[in-house]
């Protein structure tokens, strides 16, 4: 079953903008933190940015200043917005909870930025 979906993603130009989108059932996003977590080709996986069920927010150190989780919890959506855009940017981005130890994935939206 799928339970968070992703969207948002597509080709931007270096400096540029995407927001990110990821829809989640409510039994998995509500009290839940919610995360994002990007995979670029021949690298790991790696934690984006964190938003806890208070709204408290954490963010790697390369995206700090630069990208912005937030969530709505009436909607049981969680967004990422990227702005200044690198190439090292490019990646799949996903997202992610856990909840009663259980991981769930979002399928992945594609990134890529691109002159």
């Known amino acids: 079953q799928v339970q968070l979906v992703e969207s948002g993603g597509g080709l931007v130009q270096p400096g540029g903008s995407l927001r990110l989108s990821c829809a989640a059932s409510?039994?998995?996003?509500?009290?839940?933190?919610m995360d994002w977590h990007r995979q670029a080709p021949g690298k790991q996986r790696e934690l984006v940015a964190r938003?806890?069920?208070?709204?408290?927010?954490n963010y790697a150190g390369s995206v700090e200043g630069r990208f912005t989780i937030s969530r709505d919890n009436a909607k049981a959506t969680v967004y990422l917005q990227m702005n200044s855009l690198k190439y090292e940017d490019t990646a799949v981005y996903y997202c992610?909870?856990?909840?009663?130890?259980?991981?769930?994935w979002g399928q992945g939206t594609q990134v890529t930025v691109s002159s």
């Open positions: 992610h909870t856990i909840k009663n130890y259980m991981n769930y």
């Open positions: 409510g039994s998995i996003f509500r009290g839940n933190a």
């Open positions: 938003i806890s069920s208070a709204g408290v927010t």
